[in-house]
């Protein structure tokens, strides 16, 4: 994908978020997390690897984009719902946005929180990138992993935490980084 192919694809998917009317703050997390990201990506490629950069981005933007509507769990497959119907996002992106959460809810947890009961865990580099670049920030404010930990566990969530340690140390380990300590990216406003 070419510069302009990736700045347009930026520029149409802040424009989605900001079209959806979500709160302020959604706003300015959605950039934060795309930053964050966009360095987990710098680190990728020079591991070798080759993260799509228009999924991460435009993911990481819109992953939030449910909470204009909910602002509970429900918001992540919510908003995969809004981008399917606008019938035209890749599969990849919508993934991105539905599998964004701590570090993915599996079949039976989904029942349990009264989600549409599937896997919702993140799998390719690009959701693992999104889903811990979001763990990372509480709104516009980068967490310390020690202070992501006190979050989770207490609001009763210590196997949810486990995925998130786990998820940070393999991601951390791929992408040959320490993920508590990468600086987010420069970006141009899209």
Do not use: F
């Not at 539905?98 to 349990?112: N, W």
């Not at 566990?153 to 300590?181: F, N, Q």
Request: proline content about 5%.
């Amino acid at each position: 994908m070419t510069a302009a192919q990736l700045a347009a694809t930026r520029t149409r998917a802040w424009k989605r978020l900001v079209d959806a009317r979500p709160p302020e703050w959604v706003l300015r997390h959605c950039r934060a997390v795309e930053a964050l990201a966009a360095a987990m990506c710098d680190a990728a490629e020079k591991q070798g690897l080759v993260p799509d950069r228009a999924v991460v981005q435009a993911g990481a933007l819109l992953h939030d984009i449910g909470r204009s509507q909910v602002q509970d769990v429900r918001h992540a497959s919510l908003g995969e719902q809004m981008l399917a119907s606008d019938g035209d996002w890749p599969a990849s992106i919508r993934r991105t946005v539905e599998r964004h959460t701590g570090a993915g809810i599996d079949a039976k947890e989904a029942q349990a929180l009264g989600l549409p009961v599937k896997d919702y865990t993140p799998k390719s580099l690009e959701e693992r990138i999104v889903a811990h670049a979001d763990n990372l920030y509480s709104g516009d404010r980068r967490l310390t992993l020690d202070e992501l930990r006190a979050k989770y566990l207490a609001k009763g969530l210590p196997a949810a935490w486990a995925r998130i340690e786990d998820l940070h140390r393999s991601l951390g380990e791929e992408l040959g980084v320490d993920l508590e300590k990468l600086q987010p990216a420069a970006l141009a406003e899209p």
